[in-house]
Every structure is written in structure tokens, then in C-alpha cells.
């Protein structure tokens, strides 16, 4: 019985003293220091990772600078004529609001061509009258009022803008003030008289001088000279340098008439 006991009492001890041994395993003391390295180590691989999320907003911002910095040069060299009449140094030139076509209106008669143009580069190309027509022209001394454009032949034109309405833009031609300054000369002329012959000028700040005169045998006798606006028909007399307003005379037909 002793003996029985003993047995028992020594396997106790060998139990407990196996227990005693895992409790202090070096391999969890080896897992526990792992868990503690990586819960150190976490609050770095969240900055690693914050500043890898902000690399790409850096990235990104650069080509939409660029992008929009294009698009701003586009839009103004889109503008070097605003739409609306600019007056050139024969003719106006009318730009429509859709930035690729207009016409031409002419001093002598009021016709003109209908034209598209496009932007190149740093040109602008004319189709004048048809697509298969291809005018070259250089602007320079660009601004909101005037633009200078350089043909192909190298001749120099100032381009003045006049009014933001193109289609409803109206002027009168050097044909059409000749017969308003006729009746006009009629209309104040104690003896009804009007002169035979007729000559203008065109001036470079969009005025017309007109010539009232008779052509005798060996000089021309001048009756009259004025100077008028062709759209408002207002002006000066060049020969007592009054200020006159031909626009109740602009009625269609001639000073007999």
C-alpha cells in the first residue's frame, strides 16, 4: 500500500512540474515579445502609409495646372477679333458670334464676301469667299479695340472695333453719302441748287470727306465740303467749319428726287 502511494505521489510531481515547464516555454516567450515588436512597430506603418496617400494628390495636381494654363491660351488666342463690325482701311469687317465666320462690307458700294477663318499658328487663315480660298494674315499690337494685321504681301492693316452687334450693324456707303450730302446742300441752298459732281475721300478714323462741285471749262468750281461719319451722318462743314447732321436726309433716292 505504501508503495501504491508513493507511485502516486511521484506522478503528482512529475505532472506538476510538467505544467511548471510550458508555463515558462521560451517559444511564447518568444511569440509575446513578436506581438509586442509588431504593436510597436504599427503606429510606423500607418505614417508610411499616410504618406504614401498623399503622393498622389501632389502627382494629380500638376497636369490639371498645366491643362488649365493651356486652355487659357487657347481661349485668348481665340479672341483676337471679338465678335461684332471692325473697321479696316477699305472695308468693315464683321464677326459673327460664333468665332468662325463673318463678311466684308465695302466703303464705295456696301457688299462684300462672306468669309470663315480659323486661328493657326500665330496666324489666322481668311477663307475668303470660299474654303478653298486660304489668306494668310499676322496679328500683332493685339488689344480689345484694335488688332494690326499683316497680309501676305506684307502690307499693314489697322483694324478698329466699331460695335458688339454684326448683324445689325448698318453704315452708309461713300455711293449712299454722296446722295444724302446732295440733298442736304439742296435742302439749305436759297436757290434749290445742286452741283453736278460728286467726289469722296475715305479718312482714317472712319470718316468721309465729300466734294459738292461743278467741272467747268478749265477748273472745278466747288460748291461744298464735308466731312461726316458714315454711321452717324454727323459731321462738319469744311468750308465755314459748322457742325452739320445729315441724318433727316437719309432717305433712299437722290436730291431731285
Not at 505532472?15 to 517559444?27: E, I, W, Y
Not at 489697322?158 to 460695335?163: E, G, K, L, Q, R
Not at 465729300?210 to 472745278?220: A, G, K, M, V, W
Amino acid at each position: 500500500m505504501k508503495k501504491y502511494l508513493a507511485i502516486i505521489a511521484a506522478a503528482g510531481m512529475l505532472l506538476t512540474g510538467c505544467q511548471s515547464d510550458k508555463v515558462s516555454s521560451p517559444a511564447e516567450e518568444s511569440s509575446g515579445a513578436a506581438s509586442a515588436v509588431e504593436q510597436e512597430t504599427s503606429p510606423a506603418d500607418t505614417s508610411a502609409e499616410n504618406t504614401t496617400a498623399e503622393e498622389p494628390d501632389v502627382t494629380t495636381a500638376q497636369p490639371t495646372s498645366d491643362s488649365q494654363t493651356a486652355q487659357t491660351s487657347t481661349s485668348t488666342d481665340s479672341l483676337v477679333f471679338k465678335p461684332g463690325a471692325w473697321r479696316g482701311s477699305n472695308e468693315y469687317f464683321l464677326f459673327y458670334a460664333d468665332e468662325t465666320g463673318g463678311s466684308t462690307r465695302d466703303f464705295e458700294s456696301g457688299i462684300g464676301l462672306p468669309f470663315e477663318y480659323e486661328y493657326g499658328e500665330e496666324n489666322i487663315i481668311f477663307h475668303m469667299g470660299a474654303a478653298d480660298d486660304n489668306t494668310i494674315a499676322v496679328p500683332s499690337d493685339i488689344s480689345e479695340e484694335s488688332v494690326t494685321l499683316t497680309w501676305e504681301d506684307g502690307t499693314e492693316e489697322n483694324f478698329v472695333f466699331i460695335s458688339s452687334d454684326a448683324d445689325g450693324f448698318h453704315f452708309y456707303s461713300n455711293g449712299e453719302l454722296v446722295q444724302i450730302a446732295q440733298r442736304y446742300y439742296k435742302a439749305n441752298s436759297p436757290e434749290g441748287y445742286v452741283p453736278g459732281m460728286a467726289g469722296t475721300q475715305n479718312n482714317d478714323d472712319g470718316t468721309v470727306t465729300i466734294q459738292l462741285y461743278d467741272s467747268l471749262e478749265d477748273h472745278n468750281s466747288t460748291s461744298a465740303w464735308y466731312t461726316i461719319d458714315r454711321v452717324a451722318l454727323t459731321g462738319t462743314d469744311d468750308m465755314t467749319g459748322s457742325a452739320v447732321n445729315m441724318s433727316d436726309y437719309a432717305e433712299a433716292g437722290t436730291a431731285e428726287g
